[in-house]
């Protein structure tokens, strides 16, 4: 028993849903006036954050509106039939459900009907309106999943609450996320071939030599949980390292192109195939390839083999946070050296001056035993990477030197400050080093070991 819905077209429903709309309006309204009361003058910001607050309650109300006269025979409905059988029963009651949206919350009073002998109760009217089962709708859904796999769930939950006023909590963000990678392959969310190709197009227009392709990968660890079973508290949390990559080609003044971004919890083979799949869908005779990683060996030969004629470049802005952070053991945080230091050093690995950063390195005399494993960690990580140091050329063929969303927050860093105090580090350290004698810059270097 079809029962068609009343047409918003239908020129009685669309005056009817106005008026009950401007009534809304009204009400939301009145409530405004008496920011304007006893001469108050609200700025901009407060009246901003007045309709932040408030225009859930106009919207919903509007929304509601509309559902109320468009659907208005599925919401009176007193017979419908079983999805299952076909049969036709009585509605039994009416059911209330509340629909938080994107721009506002409602209710409605939805008939339900039981099916005695397929034993199924339903909802006509929630097939009609595709109402999701869970409160927030799948608007929300749709735009929650984007931001939770960006960011931790309880950040991004936080996020996506303060940007659009609606509160979700960090469960809702993991269990919809969830819900999505339960379907979601990785064949079926990167672009395929003829789109690859029309982006490149795109880009290849723009700039005179061969478009510059990046290859991003990373091995971050992620805090999981196990499922909970019911009425049983859930395990403890444990940090999994999810595997990722990021393509995307780069274009005139640096602007990118996205390709594709894949990030997930899985094995180094596993990580292996995924990338040789996206590797395989994009024509590599026509682009310049940078491979960018941090130092794990299995993310390196994955690139490699994934993509041969690629540039393996370290990760500048990794490799410049090891550095740190031996800068910061040696000196202490925050002190002038610590900085001074790191950044002779930054700037010498710019210049592709392995061996200088060496002879540093081994000269040092640490306080302590931890302060000469950190020495020695970095020493082992710069010559494991020493074929993949080579800043100042990859800038000059215009190759992107750090990977992603951190290169911009890290701009500062590597082009004004490395440029202005680096240069003149460089000099320094090399005059240091051609005089046989230990003068008093070198001691400098030295200082608080
Ligand atoms: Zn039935």
């Keep these: 028993m079809a029962m068609p819905a009343l047409k918003l077209g239908d020129s009685n429903s669309v005056e009817e849903a106005r008026s009950l709309a401007h009534e809304a309006l009204d009400q939301w309204f009145d409530q405004l006036v008496p920011l304007f009361e006893n001469g108050k003058k609200p700025t901009i910001t407060d009246l901003s954050d007045r309709f932040s607050d408030t225009r859930g309650e106009l919207m919903g109300a509007v929304m509601k509106a509309m559902v109320k006269k468009a659907y208005h025979h599925h919401l009176h409905q007193e017979h419908a039939d079983c999805p299952e059988c076909a049969r036709v029963f009585k509605r039994k009651r009416f059911d209330r459900k509340t629909l938080s949206t994107l721009h506002g919350e409602f209710t409605l009073d939805r008939p339900y009907f039981y099916c005695t002998v397929c034993k199924i109760g339903y909802h006509p009217l929630d097939d009609v309106l595709v109402i999701s089962p869970e409160r927030h709708q799948h608007d929300i859904q749709r735009k929650a999943v984007k931001s939770a796999s960006r960011m931790p769930f309880l950040e991004s939950a936080e996020e996506f609450s303060s940007l659009t006023g609606v509160e979700i909590g960090d469960h809702f963000q993991h269990n919809t996320l969830n819900a999505v990678g339960d379907i979601a392959t990785l064949e079926l969310v990167i672009p395929d071939q003829s789109e690859i190709e029309r982006r490149i197009d795109e880009v290849a227009k723009s700039t005179e030599s061969k478009p510059i392709l990046v290859v991003g990968t990373d091995g971050a ?14 395990g403890p949390g444990r940090w999994q390292e999810a595997k990722g990559f990021r393509l995307y080609l780069v274009g005139e003044n640096g602007r990118t192109v996205q390709i594709a971004s894949w990030h997930q919890i899985q094995d180094a083979d596993a ?12 024509p590599q005779d026509r682009v310049r390839v940078a491979l960018l990683a941090d130092g794990a060996e299995y993310l390196w030969s994955a690139m490699t083999a994934c993509f041969p004629t690629g540039r393996p470049i370290l990760d500048f802005y990794h490799c410049a946070e090891h550095v740190h952070g ?20 930054l700037s010498l690995l710019s210049f592709s001056e392995m061996d200088d950063v060496q002879s540093i390195l081994r000269d040092i005399e640490p306080r302590t035993e931890e302060v000469r494993e950190k020495i020695r960690k970095l020493s082992g990580y710069l010559e494991n990477n020493r074929d993949r140091i080579h800043y100042e050329t990859d800038r000059e063929d215009g190759y992107p030197i750090g990977s992603g969303g951190i290169e911009s927050s890290h701009k500062y860093v590597c082009h004004t400050r490395m440029k202005r105090s680096g240069a003149w580090w460089v000099e320094g350290i090399r005059q240091r080093h051609a005089s046989d004698q230990v003068c008093c810059g070198q001691r400098d270097l030295r200082a608080g070991f």
């Design 271 to 282: 990580f292996r195939k995924d990338l040789a799949v996206i590797a395989g869908r994009i």
């Design 221 to 234: 660890h992620m805090p999981t949980r196990p499922k909970a079973e019911r009425k049983k508290k859930r």
């Design 326 to 345: 031996v800068a910061k053991a040696l000196f202490g945080e925050g002190e002038l050296a610590a900085k001074q230091w790191a950044e002779a050093i």
